[in-house]
C-alpha cells in the first residue's frame, strides 16, 4: 500500500496505516481531511483511479484532477460546507489516469467530538458518468420532444441534439445525415464540431454497400462501427479525405422508421482510433432513438400544418391526411366531443368510432389516470390555450403505455376556436428509464450509506450501550441482546473468551486505542473471525467517555494466511529443486503481502512485472506463478534479456527464416514459439533494445509475431511474466524504454522486498541455510551464534539473499565446531581507496579483466563453450565472452591444452 506516513501525526502512523489498508477495501473513492479541509489521506482505489501519489494529492494537490470547468464551482461548495459544517454532496468531474474525466457524486460528511467541533471530514466520491449520460439523453428526448411541440425547425432540433452529445467529451464529434429527396444520397442537416471542409466534400453522400460509415450504415440498415479509418476497407474511397481532416474513428447508427424505412444516419467521430463500449454503444443507441423522434415528429407537424391548411378545403381531404400521419391524432369540437380520431388511434386502442364518439374515449384511459386527464382537458377547454398532459393509454391487447397527450385549438379569423387537435406521443420508454434511473439513484444511496461494518459503542468500563445495523443482523440478536453482560459470552468462540477477556480488561484500563482478533457467532451459527478496534473518546480531562469498536470481518484474510503457510512450503520444496537459493523463508508481513499477490495472480493470465534488488528471488517468484497456474504443466522458458547481445535478441525471442542473416543456416524457432501455451518469463526487461521492444508490444497485444526474415505472422497463446531490478518508470522519463510496454507489462506489479526490509526473518533464512550446506558438507552443526545473529541482522546486505547465501556457504566450509559464526570483518564495507592509482582506473579494470579471462581459458584448455568452458567458469554467455576476447586481444590459441 503507497501510505504516506507524512500525512499522519506524530504517533499515529501505525494506526493510520491499518485504517488505510481498511479504507483500501471499501469498493468506492474514499479520503478523509482535517478541519480546515485539506487532504490527510486518500484511499488507494482513489489515488490507482486519478494516477497520483499519496504526497502529489495530499493537502491541497487532489484538487489537480478535478475538470477546470468544475474545480470553481467544487470549491465554492467546499468552503460553504467547511464553513457551515454541514454535510454535502456534489456533482463534478474528475480525471482518469489515461487523461479521460468522467463524472462523480463528491458525498462529505463532518465527525465531530463531543463539543460538536470538527475532527475531521470523511468523503466518497461514486462514479455516475452512465447515470449522467443516461440523464442527458433523457434531457435531449425531453427537449427534442418540447422543440417539436414548439415547432422549432428541424435543423435546430438536429443541432441541439448533436451539441448535447458532444458535451459528453470534447473529443466527440457528432453529427446527423438525413434521406435526401432521390433516395439515394444523404446530406448533413446537423454537425457543429464537424469540419466545414469534409462538410462540403461528402455532400451529398452516396449510399452504398463500400461507402464509410454512413453511407454503409444507410445501406445495410445496421449499425456500422469503425474503430480505425486509416485501415478500414470501407473507408477505400474517403480515407484520404477523411484523415486529412483530423478524422480517425466513426460509428454510424442508421435512424429507421417504424416501418424500417431509412430517414438517415446519426455518426459519432473521433480524432484517435476508439473501439466503442457498451456505454458508448447505448449513447448512439440512445441519440439515434432521439433522432427518430425527432425526424418523424417533423414529419408529423409538418404533415399537421397540411392538414390545417387543407381543413378549409375538404373534411375528407384533411381526414385522410390525418390517417397517414406516424401518430396517433384526433379532432373535438370546441365543447371537447370527439369527433374524430385517425385510423393509427383506432388501430392501436382497438376501438372503434361508435364507441369513442364524444366522450367514450375515455374508456381507453388507464382508470388511474382518468380524473387528472379530464380535469387538465377541461381546464384547456375553459381557458381556450393548448396544452399536454401525460397518461396511460390501453392498446388493443390490453396492455397499457404511457402516452404525451397534446391538444392545439384552431380558431377562425375572429379568434373563435372552430376545433381542437391533438396528438398522443408514446413516450412509455422515457417513463421506464425515468424510472430505471430513480431507482438506480435509491439503491445507490443504500450502498453509500451502509457501511459493511459491525460497530459497537461501549461506555467507559466496556458495557456495549449501542451497535448498528450490520452487527444486528449478523449476529441475529436485538439491541437488548447486546446491552445484556452475558452477550459477549455468548457469541464469542469458547477457545477465544478467556483470552479475549483478558487482553480486553486490560486495555480497557487505560486511554490509548487497542485491537484483537477473535472470533463471532453469526446467526447461521457459524463463527467466523472479526478484528476490532478499540478508539477511546476522551473528555478535557483525559478520561474515557465512550469506546467506539468498529469490526472488520477477516476471516477471508485468516484462510488466506493458511494458504500462504502452505504455499510457503510449497516454495520451499521448488527452492530445493532448484540450483539457485534464493529461498524464500520467513513469515514477516512484507514476505506475506508478495505469497498473498502470487496466489490472487497465479490462477490468471494476466501479465506481471516483478521488481526488485539483484539477488531478492524474482525468478523463484516468476516460477511460482507458473506452477500455480492453469498451466503449470506446460514449458516454462526463462530468458535474461541482458545476457543476450543486442543484435542477436530478435532472433533469440522470436525464432528467424534461413538466410534472413549471416550465419542463419536453417529456421530457428524462438523462445516465444518454444513457450506456446505455456509461460515466458523475461528477466531483466529493462536491458531489452528499443526495436525489440516494440515487437515485444505486439506480442502483448495482438498474441502474434513474426520470425526475423519472415513476412507471416504465428499466433502463440502464452503468458508473460517479466522481472528487473531497474527503474522502469525512470527509463521510461528518460525515454530509453517505452512507456506504452511498461504500461502493458505493469498491469500487476510485484515489488519483491529487499533483505534489510525482511530483518526479522533472517534468523529464518540462517538457519534454513546453515542447515542446508551443512548437510552437503557432512557437517553437524547445533546452534548458531547469537553475536552472528545480531550481526546479520544489523548489516545492509547490498546482494540481499544471493550474499547471505555466499556469506553462510562459506561460513559453513570453514566451521570446525558445532557453532556457526562468521567473522564480522566479511560484513564490514570495504572503505574506497584514498590513494590515487598510478594505472587510470578503467585501464586497471580492463587489465584485471584481461588476467580473469586468460585464467579461465588457461583451466578450461582454451574451450570456451560447454559444461567446462570458460564461458561457464566466468558466469558469461558465450557471445558476450567471445566479445570480450577480441576486444581485449587475447589469444586464445597460446592458451590452449596441449
Known amino acids: 500500500m503507497d501510505y504516506n506516513p507524512g500525512m499522519a501525526s506524530a504517533g499515529q502512523s501505525t494506526e493510520r496505516a491499518r485504517q488505510a489498508q481498511d479504507v483500501d477495501a471499501i469498493p468506492t473513492l474514499a479520503w478523509s481531511a482535517r478541519p480546515d479541509g485539506s487532504a490527510e489521506f486518500l484511499n488507494r482505489r482513489w489515488l490507482d483511479y486519478t494516477g497520483l501519489s499519496a504526497q502529489e494529492a495530499s493537502d491541497w494537490g487532489w484538487t489537480a484532477a478535478l475538470h477546470i470547468e468544475d474545480r470553481d464551482r467544487l470549491m465554492v461548495f467546499w468552503r460553504h460546507s467547511l464553513d457551515s459544517g454541514e454535510a454535502g454532496e456534489i456533482e463534478a468531474r474528475l480525471r482518469r489516469y489515461d487523461g479521460d474525466y468522467r463524472w462523480f457524486l463528491f458525498r462529505i460528511e463532518p465527525v465531530r467530538d463531543n463539543h460538536g467541533g470538527i475532527l475531521k471530514w470523511y468523503g466518497a466520491n461514486t462514479d455516475i458518468e452512465d447515470r449522467k449520460r443516461a440523464e442527458a439523453l433523457l434531457a435531449a428526448e425531453k427537449r427534442t420532444l418540447e422543440m417539436i411541440a414548439s415547432g422549432d425547425r428541424l435543423a435546430d432540433i438536429l443541432a441541439r441534439l448533436c451539441e448535447t452529445i458532444d458535451a459528453q467529451a470534447s473529443n466527440i464529434k457528432s453529427a446527423v445525415m438525413l434521406m435526401d429527396a432521390d433516395g439515394m444520397h444523404l446530406r448533413p442537416a446537423a454537425g457543429p464540431r464537424l469540419p466545414k471542409g469534409w462538410v462540403e466534400a461528402i455532400t451529398p453522400l452516396k449510399i452504398g454497400p463500400c461507402i464509410g460509415s454512413c453511407g454503409t450504415a444507410a445501406s445495410r440498415k445496421q449499425r456500422v462501427i469503425v474503430s480505425d479509418i486509416a485501415t478500414d476497407p470501407l473507408w477505400a474511397n474517403y480515407r484520404d479525405l477523411a484523415l486529412s481532416h483530423g478524422l480517425r474513428a466513426a460509428w454510424s447508427q442508421p435512424l429507421l422508421s417504424k416501418n424500417q424505412e431509412i430517414l438517415g444516419t446519426f455518426c459519432v467521430s473521433y480524432t484517435e482510433p476508439r473501439t466503442p463500449n457498451e456505454t458508448d454503444l447505448q449513447l448512439i443507441e440512445g441519440a439515434g ?23 378549409r378545403n375538404s373534411e ?45 374515449w375515455q374508456d381507453a384511459i388507464h382508470p388511474e389516470d382518468l380524473k387528472e386527464i379530464t380535469d387538465k382537458w377541461l381546464g384547456f377547454l375553459a381557458s381556450g390555450q393548448p396544452g399536454e398532459v401525460e397518461g396511460r393509454l390501453r392498446r388493443f391487447d390490453g396492455t397499457y403505455r404511457w402516452f404525451l397527450f397534446r391538444a392545439e385549438p384552431l380558431r377562425d379569423e375572429s379568434g373563435d376556436i372552430v376545433n381542437w387537435y391533438g396528438t398522443d406521443a408514446d413516450i412509455d420508454d422515457l417513463k421506464r428509464a425515468e424510472a430505471k434511473l430513480r431507482q438506480d439513484e435509491e439503491e445507490l ?22 451497535a448498528n445495523r450490520v452487527a444486528l443482523e449478523y449476529t441475529g440478536r436485538s439491541l437488548d441482546d447486546v446491552q445484556a453482560d452475558d452477550f459477549r459470552a455468548s457469541v464469542l468462540h469458547p477457545d477465544d473468551v478467556r483470552r479475549f477477556c483478558e487482553e480486553r480488561h486490560k486495555a480497557l484500563s487505560g486511554t490509548a486505542p487497542f485491537e484483537n482478533e477473535q472470533r463471532t ?51 520451499r520444496e521448488e527452492i530445493v529443486r532448484s540450483s539457485m537459493f534464493e529461498e524464500i523463508v520467513g513469515s514477516s508481513e512484507t514476505l506475506r503481502i508478495v505469497l498473498a499477490q502470487v496466489s490472487r495472480v497465479a490462477p490468471t493470465d494476466s501479465t506481471v512485472l516483478i521488481q526488485g534488488e539483484t539477488g531478492t528471488g524474482k525468478e523463484l517468484i516468476a516460477r511460482a506463478i507458473h506452477n500455480r497456474s492453469k498451466r503449470a504443466n506446460r514449458a516454462f522458458i526463462r530468458v535474461n534479456c541482458g545476457a543476450i547481445p543486442p543484435s542477436l535478441i530478435a532472433s533469440e525471442l522470436f525464432g528467424h527464416e534461413k538466410g534472413s542473416f549471416t550465419g542463419a543456416l536453417q529456421r530457428r524457432l524462438g523462445r516465444f514459439e518454444s513457450a506456446d501455451g ?42 508473460v511474466l517479466t522481472a528487473t531490478n531497474k527503474d522502469l518508470s525512470a527509463a521510461v522519463a ?34 534454513y541455510l546453515v542447515d542446508r550446506y551443512a548437510k552437503k558438507a557432512g557437517k553437524r ?34 566451521c570446525d565446531g558445532e557453532i556457526f559464526c562468521v567473522d564480522a570483518s566479511w560484513l564490514t564495507p570495504v572503505a574506497p581507496k584514498t590513494a590515487a592509482s598510478s594505472v587510470p582506473l578503467i585501464e586497471d579494470l580492463a587489465e584485471r579483466e584481461k588476467v580473469m579471462i586468460e585464467n579461465a581459458l588457461r583451466e578450461s584448455g582454451g ?20 566479445s570480450k576476447i577480441r576486444k581485449l586481444g587475447i589469444g586464445r590459441r597460446r592458451l590452449k591444452t596441449p
Not at 531 to 541: A, E, G, M, T
Not at 682 to 700: H, K, M, S, Y
Open 445 to 466: 444511496r443504500r450502498m453509500t450509506d451502509a457501511i459493511p461494518h459491525t460497530i459497537f459503542v461501549l461506555d467507559p468500563k466496556g458495557k456495549a450501550i449501542y
Open 316 to 360: 375528407k381531404k384533411l381526414r385522410k391526411i390525418i390517417d397517414t400521419i406516424p401518430t396517433l391524432a384526433w379532432c373535438s369540437l370546441p365543447d371537447g366531443t370527439g369527433i374524430f380520431w385517425n385510423r393509427r388511434w383506432h388501430e392501436y386502442t382497438g376501438l372503434s368510432l361508435e364507441v369513442v364518439r364524444g366522450w367514450g
Open 734 to 767: 528518460e525515454g530509453s524504454f517505452r512507456a506504452d510496454l511498461f504500461y502493458r507489462l505493469n498491469v500487476f506489479p510485484i515489488k519483491v522486498p529487499a533483505l534489510r526490509d525482511r530483518v526479522n526473518d533472517i534468523p529464518l533464512l540462517v538457519e
Open 289 to 311: 432513438h432521439i433522432a427518430v423522434i425527432a425526424i418523424e415528429g417533423e414529419r408529423s407537424q409538418e404533415a399537421l400544418r397540411s392538414a390545417f391548411e387543407e381543413i
Open 863 to 882: 574451450l570456451i563453450s560447454g559444461p567446462t568452458g570458460a564461458a561457464t567458469k566466468l558466469g558469461l554467455p558465450r557471445q558476450t565472452l567471445e
Open 678 to 719: 505455456g509461460t515466458i518469463f523475461l528477466d531483466e526487461i529493462g536491458e531489452l533494445p528499443p526495436e525489440t521492444q516494440v515487437a515485444l508490444l505486439r506480442v502483448l497485444q495482438e498474441r502474434e509475431f513474426e520470425r526475423v526474415g519472415g513476412n507471416q505472422p504465428i499466433l502463440v497463446d502464452i503468458r
Open 521 to 571: 457467532l453469526g446467526k447461521d451459527g457459524k463463527y467466523r473471525w472479526f478484528l476490532f478496534r478499540y478508539n477511546p473518546l476522551l473528555d478535557q480531562s483525559g478520561q474515557v467517555i465512550r469506546w467506539y469498536v468498529t469490526g472488520t470481518d477477516i476471516d477471508d484474510r485468516k484462510r488466506a494466511e493458511d494458504s500462504m503457510r502452505n504455499e510457503t512450503v510449497a516454495l
Open 781 to 814: 552443526i547445533r546452534s548458531i551464534s547469537k553475536g552472528t545473529l545480531n550481526l546479520f541482522q544489523r548489516y545492509d546486505w547490498p546482494g540481499n539473499i544471493r550474499e547471505l547465501q555466499n556469506v553462510i556457504e562459506r561460513a559453513v566450509i570453514l
